[in-house]
Every structure is written in C-alpha cells, then in structure tokens.
C-alpha cells in the first residue's frame, strides 16, 4: 500500500487532455512539493514535472502539474502515442522522514 | 553531460551481502544529495535512501534501516549502498539518481542494477 494514492490506470486518445490524480496528506503533499515522473517501458524513470508545476528543460509544456491542498495532479494535453507510460507521483513526507511514492499510474493511448 | 553508472548487482542467496556502486561524472558530485530508489519486478519506485554531498545527512526507508548502509566517496565521485541480511522482498532494480529542485525531485537516474535475492 502505497503512502501516496494515484489511479492504477487511465487512457485517452490521440489530442486529448487526460489528468492523473495524487493524493496524499498533510504530512507530505499538504507541506511539501510534488514530483512527478514517467517512466516509458524498460527504462529508467525520467524527471516530468518538480515543485507541483515546474517542467525541467527539454519536457513539453503538454505536461503541466498543479497542487491544492493534500491533493496533487498531472495533466497531459495534446495526448500523443509516446505518452503510453507509467506515471508516478512523490514528495518528502515530515512524519516519516522519507521519500513516499505513488503506486503509479499506467497510461494507455487508445 | 551527467551520467551515473551503477554496478554490484546479481544473484545472492537469502541472508547474504552485496555491496552496489554508482559512479558518477559531468557534475560536481560533491554539490549533490544522491538517492538510491529501487523498483521490484512489475512493482512500483520505492525510495530507499539519501545521502547528502558531504555524507553528514543520511536517511533510510523503514525496511531496510540497520541492514543497508548507504555512503559516498567524493574523490572517487562514488556512491555505494551495502546491502546485508539480504531478503527476498529486497529483490529490485536499484537506480541511484540525484537529488536536484526538491527532497523528491531526481533529475538524473542511472540505468539501474539488477539484485536478485534467491536460494
């Protein structure tokens, strides 16, 4: 069971905006930041999105991320085939002095 | 360009050691906390430690407290995490990666090392 709590999937089509939720509690997501990441079949996951809505060089403003509260979420706009990946959330959680992962979600390009 | 490179891994029966290595270059490792982050086959990411750039800081996940080690060695630009008293739920790929913007952001990741624990 996964401290962090996101969707085991989520699909979409070619050009549609899907969102991926994540949520958490006061203890992580409600007093620190949010990263996202995805990780594409067979490789090492790859950093999307830091601080709740911050994309780092070379990542597509398709992705774009938000925070409210002890809730976070993912949005990709513009869906693409490239796109069909797993998608996790995380941040630093004050209780347990740990990073805490989401269980991730898989994303299907329909 | 930055790149970490991890080594150590293979196949280890339940209840033994192996030790992992990441070595980095194209940053200035010293600068830098560096995580290690595991993923059991067909699980999910799974934090298991960080050091900070000078080895003062370290912290654990819960599961592996008193039985992996994590340190550093800046002059050899090298990151290690000693794993005993092995178990079979320990069986991961194991990424280390470094700490940029944020306590869970990672900006670059290794291409991982496989640690099969099995009798």
């Known amino acids: 069971q996964s401290v962090l709590t996101q969707p085991p999937s989520a699909s979409g089509t070619p050009g549609q905006r899907v969102t991926i939720s994540c949520s958490g509690r006061?203890?992580?997501?409600?007093?620190?930041?949010v990263t996202w990441y995805q990780q594409l079949p067979g490789t090492a996951p790859k950093l999307l999105i830091y601080t709740n809505s911050q994309r780092p060089s070379g990542v597509p403003d398709r992705f774009s991320g938000s925070k409210s509260g002890t809730s976070a979420s993912l949005a990709i706009s513009g869906l693409q085939s490239e796109d069909e990946a797993d998608y996790y959330c995380?941040?630093?959680?004050?209780?347990?002095?740990?990073?805490?992962f989401g269980g991730g979600t898989k994303l299907t390009v329909l | 360009q930055v790149q970490l490179v991890e080594s150590g891994g293979g196949l280890v029966r339940p209840g033994g050691s192996l030790r992992l290595s990441c070595a980095a270059s194209g940053f200035t490792f010293s600068d830098y906390y560096m995580n290690w982050i595991r993923q059991a086959p067909g699980k999910g990411l799974e934090w298991v430690s960080f050091i900070s750039g000078g080895g003062s800081t370290i912290y654990y996940t819960d599961s592996v407290k008193g039985r992996f080690t994590i340190s550093r060695d800046n002059a050899k630009n090298s990151l290690y995490l000693q794993m005993n008293s092995l178990r079979a739920d320990d069986t991961a790929v194991y990424y280390c990666a470094r700490r940029g913007s944020g306590a869970a952001a990672n900006d670059y990741w290794g291409q991982g090392t496989l640690v099969t624990v099995s009798s």
């Open positions: 995380a941040a630093w959680d004050d209780s347990l002095n740990a990073v805490v």
């Open positions: 006061y203890s992580n997501i409600g007093t620190n930041t």
